[in-house]
């Protein structure tokens, strides 16, 4: 199993090129946030467009809508209750997050069934929260599977592969990605990455970060990423080890790492990887 180290980030964070638009940089559609969990689908968005993707839209419950543009103005909202319009923006998307604080009832079902129905051959979909609850238990089709992310904690991981989080082995984990033919970022303290071509560790990870909301965060980075960035499985393990050292570097400082800190702190980040690219270039 490879390990991640700053190597992923430095081989995916490029100077963006001058003769560049919002299209250049990836269109992405985040789809959950019920009436109750809708701080989750509010916490990917900030973290998708703070990780640079060109234009973010997000599809959630009306009553989120407020707090959406007040704190984040530059992301797009639509009613879920709107399908044809809901349908159509799928369409647009690049990459598209269904998940984060969806919930588990009849209407989560019915908005997850179509996003898996329409997405296309070139979209890439990412699977999260609830959404994993809901796929495990209904035992659906992925049209594209090969272009999927699923990002499950242990248990929601055990609903989908059947594996208790005692067996949850490298070999056991590789077995069923391999039958799922899907890629998964298994989240934990040292979150691990199984692709078709390989596996990875995350050696970092700081109990500072145990907080609500930081899986969202990720999901959301995830899908900031793949939007933006043209060799999807390097994006992933860059979004996924970056999300931990902004983490951890906070953590030295502060007690309690918040997940819209890390936000915060991206395009920082992402400068900073950007000119460390640079010199290397240009030794």
């Known amino acids: ?86 349908s159509d923006l799928i369409d647009t998307a690049d990459v598209i997050l269904v998940g984060p604080g969806l919930g588990l009832d009849t209407h989560s079902q019915q908005v997850l069934e179509i996003v898996l129905r329409k997405q296309k051959p070139e979209q890439w979909f990412v699977i999260d929260g609830s959404a994993i609850t809901l796929f495990a238990q209904n035992h659906y089709a992925l049209n594209y599977p090969k272009q999927v992310v699923f990002t499950p904690h242990q248990m929601e991981w055990e609903r989908l592969s059947g594996l208790t989080i005692a067996n949850q082995t490298i070999e056991n984990n590789q077995s069923a990605q391999k039958q799922i033919n899907t890629s998964i970022v298994l989240k934990s303290h040292q979150t691990e990455i199984y692709t078709a071509s390989s596996q990875y560790r ?82």
Request: net charge negative; proline share 4%.
């Open 1 to 86: 199993m490879k390990e991640l180290s700053q190597e992923n980030l430095t081989a995916v964070i490029q100077s963006r090129p001058q003769i560049s638009h919002k299209g250049t940089f990836g269109r992405a559609v985040l789809i959950g946030g019920n009436e109750t969990y809708g701080g989750a689908i509010i916490m990917s968005a900030e973290a998708c467009v703070k990780a640079g993707c060109g234009l973010t839209s997000v599809i959630t419950a009306e009553k989120n809508h407020t707090a959406l543009h007040a704190r984040l103005p530059e992301a797009m909202v639509l009613d879920w209750t709107d399908t044809q319009e809901f």
């Open 202 to 283: 995350n050696p970092l990870g700081t109990p500072a970060m145990a907080t609500g909301g930081m899986g969202d965060t990720l999901a959301g980075m995830i899908t900031g990423f793949l939007a933006q960035f043209q060799n999807k499985e390097a994006a992933l393990c860059a979004a996924v080890y970056l999300h931990s050292l902004i983490g951890e570097e906070l953590g030295k400082e502060n007690y309690v790492v918040l997940p819209t800190e890390i936000s915060k702190n991206l395009p920082h980040y992402l400068k900073r990887f950007e000119r460390l690219n640079n010199k290397t270039e240009e030794k």
